[in-house]
C-alpha cells in the first residue's frame, strides 16, 4: 500500500491560476498547486489552463515525486499545502 495517495485527476484552479491536486497522507489532506508560473519552465511559454492541466497529467509522476519530497522533508506551506515551484519540480527530476 502506497504511502502517499493522490486521489483526483488534476483540475483547473481559476482562483489560484494553478493546476490543483489532491494528496493524502495518512489522516493528512491537502492540495497540491502547479502555477502557470511553474509550468512555463516545462513548456517554454505560459501555458492556458487546458494546457497547464493536460502538462501537470503528462508529468504527473514527477509532479507527485517533487510533492513528496517536500512532505517527507515538512516542508508544507503556511497553509499547509503545497506550492510547487521550479526548483522543486527540477529537484524531483534530479
Known sequence: M???LFPDDPI?????DAVELAVQVG???GRVFVTR?????IVGHTPKPDEAVQ???MNRSLVERAAEQRIMAR???????IHLTGRDLHRAAG
Open 55 to 57: 502538462q501537470v497529467c
Open 12 to 16: 483547473w484552479n481559476e482562483e489560484a
Open 27 to 29: 489522516e493528512y489532506q
Open 2 to 4: 502506497p504511502i502517499f
Open 37 to 41: 508560473r511553474t509550468l512555463q519552465g
Open 75 to 81: 516542508a508544507l506551506d503556511p497553509d499547509a499545502n
